[in-house]
């Protein structure tokens, strides 16, 4: 497959939209649920993928970035696509990227990722594809398609080189994705967020619905291995649903799919509670607060901004309770790392600064350096090798409470991929 860079940043849709058209708009060959946000994008489309799937439809699900693998990014029937089928839809594609490349200009490593998805979904053939995009909205590959229903998750600062500096901008950014007369689900936002999102429903004479409002978690308690909801929908109340992923987030998450497959579903009757219950209890959010191995506690999330990091740091002061913790840390160099660093720093006891396997990672220098402007150089380790890092951090925990200490892998996707497969997660 090509080697190309995840996003090309001229605001164009003409590659996209030329090379799906010589393969005949698979993208209109199906109803598409369009996933923006800058937090909990994936986590919503899985919980949306369960909860079609639960109504035995057959659904796909595009999703970026990948943890480990990447056929991840592209699902039907909640598998990732086997090597051989990944390799064939490349293949099937493959005859028409120079053609494009020569007449539209050179089409991004994302580009064609997006076009091999939405080819893939309509090959199977799917009964609803669940989209989300890779960065932005509007300017975003995946928005060739036109969302019957556009779903926003919390808009906070995140890629501000590209999207903006300000909320306001980067939420018109994201609202791109709303289209003439779809149905616009909101999860909470930033008020100055909210404002720019709700213009540009009124503009496309779209139906909002937004948490909080419309639906939203009405109640939820701590469970053993996630939490209890009570969720209000736009067609009904759905009691006892045990949602096994952590923090207030992933239940306001979980209240947005619901409310995006209710609005997506004809009539005007509830989906029924051992519906969404049964849905909800077989979800999955890999690298997301994700428990991955016991005595110590270790726990792997893919945060890699401040809204991320804040909301992880919550759940976990909520769902575990450390006495002691220890977070192993790789960023990218292009993140607000400082202010990360500031959010995890009441709840982490010792931190070990090291790399991931990317080539955007920050230095192990430039990272220690903040770490120990914000935590004190005697709370700071170094280490080269993220494997050796996490050695050093189960030691760390280790000398406390075995029953009361933990290791938190985190701050980038990669982090949580690279430390997933290090630890032979799901092999």
Request: glycine fraction near 10%; proline fraction near 4%.
């Amino acid at each position: 497959m090509r080697r190309g860079v995840e996003w090309q940043f001229d605001p164009t849709l003409d590659r996209i939209k030329a090379l799906l058209e010589l393969l005949g708009d698979p993208q209109k060959a199906y109803p598409v649920v369009h996933i923006a946000g800058t937090n909990g994008k994936t986590s919503t489309a899985r919980m949306v993928e369960s909860l079609l799937r639960e109504r035995n439809l057959r659904v796909g699900r595009f999703t970026s970035p990948h943890l480990t693998s990447m056929r991840e990014r592209i699902s039907v029937d909640g598998e990732p696509l086997s090597e051989e089928r990944f390799v064939e839809v490349y293949q099937d594609i493959e005859p028409y990227l120079e053609l494009i490349d020569a007449k539209a200009g050179k089409l991004s490593f994302f580009e064609v990722l997006t076009a091999m998805g939405y080819a893939a979904f309509a090959d199977a053939p799917i009964d609803v594809a669940v989209i989300e995009t890779g960065m932005g909205g509007t300017w975003d590959a995946t928005n060739v398609a036109d969302g019957t229903i556009a779903v926003i998750t919390p808009i906070s600062l995140d890629h501000t080189d590209y999207l903006g500096p300000d909320v306001e901008t980067i939420a018109g950014e994201k609202a791109g994705i709303i289209k003439q007369g779809a149905t616009v689900v909101l999860s909470q936002q930033p008020v100055p967020a909210a404002q720019v999102l709700m213009r540009r429903a009124v503009e496309m004479q779209a139906t909002v619905a937004r948490e909080g409002i419309e639906f939203g978690v009405l109640h939820r308690e701590l469970a053993m291995g996630g939490q209890l909801l009570q969720i209000k929908g736009l067609k009904g109340t759905y009691e006892e649903v045990f949602l096994p992923l952590y923090g207030a987030h992933q239940a306001g998450n979980a209240a947005t799919a619901l409310a995006a497959v209710e609005a997506l579903t004809a009539g005007d009757d509830p989906l029924g509670d051992d519906l969404v219950r049964q849905a909800f209890a077989q979800v999955t959010s890999p690298g997301r607060l994700e428990v991955i191995r016991r005595g110590p506690t270790v726990l792997v999330d893919a945060a890699h901004n401040p809204g991320g990091m804040e909301a992880s740091v919550d759940a976990i002061s909520e769902s575990f309770g450390f006495a002691r913790l220890i977070a192993v840390v790789a960023v990218m160099a292009d993140k607000d790392v400082d202010t990360m660093l500031d959010l995890l720093e009441p709840v982490v006891e010792e931190i070990v600064v090291t790399r991931n396997s990317s080539p955007r990672a920050m230095t192990l220098e430039d990272l220690a350096e903040k770490a120990e402007s914000v935590f004190g150089a005697e709370r700071v380790h170094r280490s080269d090798r993220l494997d050796d890092a996490i050695d050093t951090a189960i030691g760390l925990a280790d000398q406390g409470d075995e029953y009361g200490s933990g290791v938190l892998i985190t701050g980038s996707v990669v982090t949580a991929g690279d430390a997933r497969l290090l630890l032979r997660v799901g092999q």
